[in-house]
């Protein structure tokens, strides 16, 4: 007797309510459909058109080309198969894609059908699954029983119900970068603003610009001074056990104010102008809490304001995205939004980083306040019998983590490392396990020298060169060697926190 498929009642009967499988009958394999998959596309939603007789390995590729990989880095980074199914799933759950739609499903090779369902699973996304046709038996058999098995409701619609429950997607275009709509120079680069130092910044504004732009510009300089006043108050000088402007004191202010600008003010400012602005609010509020912020703009060459920017831009996430795997996007993202190289990233687990990619708390390199100037952090031991000592032992090599602070990314670069984390998920690992591990031999050696490795290629397929890292042949070095104080973010925009002598301050 010939064998049938489950009816699609008995099938949703049976299973209880779990991912969902949509057959979208399509007579004739016209298409004109290809509009309307066209039209679909957005948020929540992707198409993918599998290669012509590929292999189910083609499929995994087909899916992370369509999620915005780079069809050439894929094949140069000669993923494997598993591992590319892996990737796949951990970046539908980044992007929180809940519709995945295959184009011309019944082309899809033996096996592929099978993988497609784990797939859906993971993501928990319902698949749809465009057809020729469902009349007959023999078409609706095998996605019938790969998707059975995996626990799927099935049902089964024709284009009108298609395009009912999966209408176009609106789009709206929207400027990625909006500063305060009160302010006249709220748009592009704002007005160009005297390069004078900060006690007499405001002065040299006033003599300069018009007088709605330095009424605009002077409110925000308020407010910033304002909030630069309140964020020492309960957290920049909060908590310290030794005298305002002995080395420790000034080193673990340094670091606080380091996150402060980097990710609250100066580094997501929406331009040049505000930058500058800010910059020079915080550089009066320290002042008078008895702290010179010096900025040596001097070092930077033309046009350093652009300098003072976040470097971890839309544009640049996007390419990191398009050339690199989850794990490298992930460290290159961190790498140039910290403006360090990889190291200490080793340390950083699955718990301390958050589920939509926004945060990371890093590991803290000790008590600001010892007395010692070398302190060395707790590494897996098993680091140590690498070939030569880890850099994470080194706390003067991470000077930059030594804060409390969480670190903040952008919403477009959360994603990079919110992909990386699902991966690891996938992987087995636990809040204690690390978010990354070493390529081939996790949990015995250091990742430092693979994620350095793996940053210096995504930064040059993305055509961006980072002043911070370079290979030890290099003929500028290798910053694995140097002072970590001459290195991090506040070093390469040209800042660095000097204490004012006692009696500057006494005068203050």
Request: charged content about 20%.
């Amino acid at each position: 007797m010939r064998e049938t498929a489950p009816a699609a009642h008995v099938v949703n009967r049976d299973l209880p309510p779990g991912p969902r499988l949509v057959i979208v009958r399509n007579p004739g394999d016209d298409h004109r459909i290809v509009r309307r998959l066209a039209a679909i596309e957005g948020p929540g939603r992707l198409v993918v058109r599998p290669t012509p007789a590929g292999r189910t390995s083609d499929l995994a590729l087909d899916i992370l080309t369509a999620t915005g990989r780079s069809p050439t880095a894929l094949l140069a980074d000669r993923t494997p198969a598993p591992d590319a199914w892996r990737q796949a799933a951990a970046q539908l759950t980044a992007d929180q894609i809940r519709h995945l739609v295959i184009d011309r499903a019944h082309r899809l090779p033996d096996g592929a059908l099978d993988l497609l369902a784990e797939l859906g699973t993971r993501a928990n996304a319902t698949v749809w699954l465009i057809w020729p046709d469902t009349d007959d038996d023999k078409y609706l058999k095998p996605p019938m029983h790969a998707f059975h098995h995996a626990g799927y409701r099935f049902q089964a619609i024709d284009l009108t119900g298609f395009a009912r429950e999966l209408p176009p997607s609106p789009r709206s275009l929207t400027s990625p970068l909006r500063a305060d709509a009160t302010t006249p120079w709220a748009e592009g680069v704002g007005p160009v603003l005297p390069m004078q130092d900060f006690p007499v910044f405001l002065a040299h504004c006033r003599a300069k610009l018009p007088g709605n732009t330095f009424t605009a510009l002077n409110e925000v300089y308020g407010r910033e001074v304002h909030l630069a006043d309140q964020w020492l108050t309960r957290r920049g000088l909060a908590g310290h056990h030794h005298a305002p402007g002995s080395v420790r004191h000034t080193r673990a202010l340094g670091a606080r104010l380091t996150f402060y600008l980097r990710d609250h003010r100066i580094g997501p400012a929406p331009d040049q102008a505000h930058a500058l602005v800010r910059l020079r609010a915080v550089q009066v509020a320290l002042f008078l809490r008895g702290y010179l912020l010096r900025w040596q703009y001097e070092t930077l060459g033309t046009n350093p304001t652009t300098r003072l920017l976040s470097q971890l831009t839309e544009r640049l996430c996007h390419k990191i995205r398009t050339v690199a795997g989850p794990e490298a996007a992930a460290a290159t993202a961190l790498s140039i939004h910290l403006s360090h190289g990889p190291t200490g990233l080793g340390l950083i687990t699955c718990g301390n980083t958050a589920p939509d990619g926004s945060s990371i708390h890093l590991p803290v390199t000790g008590s600001p306040y010892e007395a010692e100037e070398t302190r060395y952090l707790r590494v897996p031991w098993r680091w140590k019998s690498h070939h030569r000592m880890p850099h994470e032992l080194n706390a003067l090599q991470v000077l930059h983590l030594e804060s409390d602070d969480p670190v903040l990314l952008s919403a477009h670069a959360a994603p990079l490392l919110a992909a990386h984390l699902a991966y690891r998920r996938s992987q087995g690992a636990v809040d204690a396990d690390p978010l990354f591990i070493h390529d081939k031999d996790p949990g015995n050696k250091s990742p430092e020298l693979h994620l350095r490795e793996a940053v210096i290629r995504t930064c040059h397929r993305i055509h961006f060169n980072p002043a911070w890292l370079h290979r030890s042949h290099c003929r500028h070095g290798d910053e694995g060697s140097h002072d970590a104080a001459a290195a991090g973010w506040m070093h390469y925009r040209g800042l660095d926190l000097v204490p004012l002598s006692d009696d500057v301050r006494s005068r203050l």
